[in-house]
């Protein structure tokens, strides 16, 4: 067990070797519960090139929560090495205790039993595009979202294509880690349970099942909610596991929810996340 606070912030390092791109980190420690959700897991390069941490709730046993993440190596690193370890940078104290780290070596995301099977094929140009896009985002932290993003694409639903557009979604980058991003589709001439636009994003960046439970609340009692559920999802022939999808706001929801037709009104953010691109979020003047 680890006491770790601003005087001692790092703790249980530990040195991975023979790291290649396609590999997976598998990191999870137990933390005492307290109200300040202190501390986090950190995967770290020599250089600092690659960095990600977590600190998502996936156990509870007593007075202690178990804190996961599975972090996926998409590019070489440096010295083919990454540091796991945990850390705490705030007055108050935290406890950590069972640090678990698995290297898994050429990962494959699984899948599970008994939901739908979706496919994106996307051609080699327009995979760039995507790419191109994603690499803009991260450099900007953020990102920006236009018209000129879409691309053709096919969705393939249980053995049945559709014609479809499809760009990255998602404003910040949890969307967009690894190779697990975040999709906006639309179909054309078709449907996939119903519905003809919708998001597809790993299930972390909703909370995994909360997200799903909040919307069945919704729906036991009558409020207007967008369909959520989940799929197992592949690009181009590459497994991608599991993946949420939920509905985008359009008349197929109205009408699915017994509603009349009306309009739907939008909060517009983009001011907000062209702010954040341009390195003016922290400024608080604008």
């Given amino acids: 067990c680890v006491k770790l606070d601003k005087s001692l912030p790092y703790g249980m390092t530990f040195q991975i070797t023979n790291v290649e791109a396609g590999d997976a980190i598998e990191i999870s420690a137990w933390r005492k519960i307290s109200d300040q959700n202190l501390g986090c897991l950190i995967v770290d390069s020599e250089d600092g090139k690659f960095h990600q941490k977590t600190k998502n709730k996936v156990n509870f046993d007593g007075e202690w929560e178990q804190i996961k993440g599975l972090i996926y190596i998409e590019e070489p690193v440096t010295n083919s090495q990454l540091k796991c370890f945990i850390f705490n940078n705030a007055d108050d104290v935290a406890y950590f205790d069972d640090f ?37 985002a991260l450099g900007l932290g953020v990102l920006l979202s236009n018209d000129y993003d879409w691309v053709p694409a096919t969705v393939t639903l249980d053995g049945k294509e559709y014609r479809a557009e499809v760009r990255l979604k998602g404003d910040w980058l949890d969307h967009l880690k690894g190779i697990k991003w975040s999709y ?22 909703r909370d995994y099942l909360n997200e799903w439970m909040l919307h069945k609340m919704f729906e036991q009692e009558d409020v207007l909610t967008t369909r959520y559920g989940f799929v197992n999802m592949s690009v181009n022939g590459e497994p991608r596991g599991v993946y949420a999808y939920e509905e985008h706001f359009d008349k197929q929801l109205v009408e699915s929810k017994k509603r009349r037709e009306g309009p739907l009104l939008k909060l517009d953010e983009s001011a907000a996340f062209q702010l954040t691109a341009e390195g003016w979020a922290n400024d608080k003047t604008y």
């Fill in 100 to 136: 678990e780290i698995i290297h898994y070596k050429n990962y494959e995301y699984p899948t599970a039993e008994g939901l739908n099977n979706l496919e994106l094929t996307l051609g080699t140009d327009k995979l760039r595009k995507l790419e191109k896009k994603r690499a803009e």
């Fill in 184 to 205: 906006r589709v639309k179909i054309r001439g078709g449907s996939f349970n119903g519905m003809k636009s919708f998001s597809l994003h790993t299930p972390s960046a």
